[in-house]
């Protein structure tokens, strides 16, 4: 599976921008975020494979007699990408280029591999969710994850893509995180927020997957 997966990941192309500092109108409305601390981004080339099994009790690979208390384990790992944009209208203003790295440790319920057979038969949402070994470096800042990713997938919409054309099965997927900047580094250096995924984890017949996914970072200065 050293060739695709997820997200989000969730893994999961990546879009980052700043947005105005506060700005306010005719209404009144207060926008708290300052500059630099939304990110707008798109993670790309993020890819894994099935690395194992986790059971309830936190053990790899442990109670694998008891399906229904064991999950999935899906290492990825990826690159971070940015865009220029307005922090007025939000508008793409400028070209792509790379702006740091991506990798994670994605939590599937066994019953994601239904995903082989009839989506119909699976439930409307399915839950997933990412382990704490996260870590995201943009512009020379590292994000952990501090709050539990609460992540769902979409089967009941259909594969995003033509399986028949590109010979892979495309899965709709969100979820949103708490995260902490830990290097003390970089332009968001001890900045606190949150990581929300709006992406596709696509899989082939061995449950190898490609993932890509929009996400927002809104970030701030935590109380002291």
């Known amino acids: 599976m050293n060739k695709s997966i997820c997200t989000a990941l969730a893994a999961t192309a990546l879009i980052c921008t700043s947005a105005t500092a506060f700005s306010g109108n005719a209404k009144g409305i207060f926008n708290p975020n300052t500059p630099s ?22 053990n790899f690979n442990g109670d694998m007699m ?3 208390n064991v999950t999935i384990v899906y290492p990825i ?9 307005s922090n007025n209208s939000g508008e793409t203003i400028g070209s792509l280029h790379e ?18 057979g009839d989506w119909g038969a699976l439930p409307a949402t399915m839950d997933w969710t990412m382990r704490d070994d ?6 020379g800042s ?19 893509e033509n399986p028949m054309e590109t010979g892979t099965m495309a899965l709709r997927m969100a979820g949103c995180a708490g995260i902490r900047e830990t290097s003390g580094e970089g332009e968001y250096a001890g ?5 929300c995924l709006n992406g596709t984890f696509s899989f082939d017949q061995q449950f190898n997957g490609a993932g890509v996914s929009n996400c927002t970072i809104a970030i701030h200065e935590p109380l002291q």
Do not use: W
Request: hydrophobic share 45%; glycine share 12%; aromatic share 10%.
């Open 37 to 58: 601390l939304s990110v707008i981004n798109t993670i790309s080339d993020v890819q894994g494979h099935v690395g194992g099994f986790v059971d309830s009790a936190g």
């Open 66 to 68: 008891n399906p229904n």
């Open 77 to 85: 790992d990826g690159t971070v990408h940015a865009t220029f944009t």
């Open 99 to 116: 702006k740091g790295t991506i990798s994670a440790t994605v939590e599937f319920p066994t019953s994601f591999f239904g995903l082989m």
């Open 134 to 139: 996260f870590a995201m470096n943009v512009a």
């Open 142 to 160: 590292t994000f952990e994850m501090v709050e539990t990713l609460t992540g769902r997938a979409f089967p009941h919409l259909g594969p995003v």
């Open 191 to 195: 900045k606190v927020g949150t990581l």
